[in-house]
């Protein structure tokens, strides 16, 4: 009898090995290759000869186009992150920390679905159906009629969900811990990872039925397991958080249904999480507007304005190398602010510690943020607060000049609605409103807008003295 053909598997990327080897040729992680068996699962060759295929019809792009059914949750943030509400017969990916929050968020919107006439069946791998009762009871969805059952076997989940009517939406929490009896590994391999994805895709595929998968996070914040998992399902959640702020943020990174650039703000609360319709009043709730090093940033969200302040502290080094540490942006960023404002605007800052934050331990990703920091560390070089009403965004480039950025209107009318009367933007914007209440200042380069904190804060002392 011929020896069954083994193969090396990384467990943080998923290539194929021919032997063992200590790192991944395919994402250089360290000690992530483990010894697998092809034999049953997937990507193991036919087990008899192939048969013929059956010729499929082929159409035309032109022709009727009808918009994918939708189920709302009634969770506002939810829906809004999933494109207007969870897509019949799509597959979800729901990605966070332990302990961020996933299997509550899940459990709210399943209540809530529950309630609205849908059936929601709640497959728990990690924890006990008596475990899952009392998260229940503490967010006050005992109530609901969603159908709970404790299990990790595929073939058995199935099973159990063809006994009865369809249901609207399956939750499997987690991923990781599903086994099928179609491979041969341990659960949690790539191997057992790709069959159970496998396995409940084929099924929301088949029934119309949404499911949404629970996945662990690495270390990195990525998805654990094989990233054709994440090609697999039509969606891609990202729940995101920092453990010191009671806010979550869910993020989509991939909707085959609606946009990828959204994102949903939750608090955390000990009744669960709550809906936050106005993140900008949260994450500028504890702000100090008299504080040198301080301004606040006009940023997008996908379709939605964001307000978020940004902190900045320049003190002098004793070391040889000053140090450059950043919570919430770019440390590259960071770098080539500072290079432009010593380069193009002689502000020194090479003897300096620099230390910048981004407040409430939001995450800022696009490059609009860069007139915010460059003016926060100007005004704490100098010792100098900015003004209060205030806000600032746009683009800094290598040569000193400043980019417009796009959604302008809709940063000015966000930063108009919470009391801000004054915007420092870029000088090529074209998309300003025709009309508008607050005061402008257009800045074509860096220079011009250190040269105006320099000028803002002279003005004051001129009447002082006189």
């Not at 090396?8 to 992680?29: I, L």
């Not at 998968?213 to 399902?233: C, F, N, S, W, Y």
Request: net charge neutral.
């Amino acid at each position: 009898m011929a020896r069954a053909k083994t193969q090396f598997v990384c467990q943080n990327c998923g290539t194929v090995h021919a032997r063992w080897a200590g790192k991944c040729d395919g994402c250089g992680a360290w000690n992530t290759i483990i010894e697998d068996s092809p034999a049953g699962g997937i990507g193991a060759g036919p087990g008899k000869a192939a048969k013929r295929g059956r010729p499929v019809a082929l159409t035309s792009l032109s022709g009727e186009i009808e918009d994918a059914p939708r189920i709302r949750t009634h969770i506002a943030e939810l829906d809004r992150v999933t494109g207007g509400g969870i897509v019949r017969g799509s597959a979800i990916l729901v990605g966070g920390d332990p302990g961020i929050g996933k299997s509550t968020l899940l459990m709210q919107a399943a209540a809530a679905l529950s309630r609205g006439g849908h059936r929601v069946v709640y497959v728990s791998g990690e924890e006990a159906v008596a475990q899952v009762r009392l998260r229940a009871q503490r967010l006050g969805a005992a109530d609901s009629d969603v159908m709970l059952a404790a299990e990790t076997n595929v073939e058995d989940i199935l099973a159990t969900l063809a006994l009865e009517k369809r249901p609207d939406l399956v939750i499997i929490d987690s991923i990781q811990t599903l086994w099928s009896d179609m491979a041969e590994s341990a659960p949690g391999t790539v191997t057992q990872v790709r069959a159970g994805a496998q396995a409940m895709v084929r099924f929301a595929k088949q029934t119309g039925a949404a499911v949404v998968l629970v996945g662990h996070v690495t270390k990195e914040g990525q998805i654990a397991g094989p990233r054709v998992v994440e090609h697999m399902v039509d969606a891609v959640l990202y729940f995101e958080g920092d453990r010191g702020h009671h806010y979550r943020i869910l993020r989509t990174v991939k909707n085959r249904f609606g946009p990828t650039d959204e994102i949903g703000v939750f608090e955390m609360s000990d009744a669960g999480l709550r809906e936050v319709a106005n993140p900008s009043e949260l994450f500028l709730g504890e702000r100090n507007d008299k504080a040198p090093g301080a301004s606040v940033f006009a940023g997008m969200e996908g379709t939605r304005p964001v307000l978020v302040e940004i902190q900045a502290l320049v003190a002098p080094s004793t070391l040889g190398t000053p140090r450059r540490a950043v919570v919430g942006w770019d440390s590259a960023r960071l770098s080539m602010i500072l290079a432009v404002l010593e380069a193009h605007c002689g502000v020194r800052l090479g003897q300096h510690d620099v230390y910048l934050n981004v407040a409430g331990g939001y995450r800022i990703s696009e490059p609009a943020a860069d007139m915010a920091v460059a003016s926060a560390l100007v005004s704490s070089l100098a010792g100098l607060a900015l003004a209060a009403d205030c806000v600032y965004f746009g683009e800094i480039s290598l040569s000193g000049a400043v980019r417009p950025v796009a959604h302008t209107a809709q940063r000015l009318k966000e930063a108009e609605k919470l009391g801000f009367g004054r915007a420092v933007l870029p000088k090529g914007s074209v998309d300003l409103p025709a009309s508008a209440k607050g005061s402008w200042h257009l800045v074509e380069a860096l220079p011009d807008l250190v040269a105006s904190i320099a000028g803002s804060a002279a003005r004051p002392a001129q009447g002082e003295d006189g």
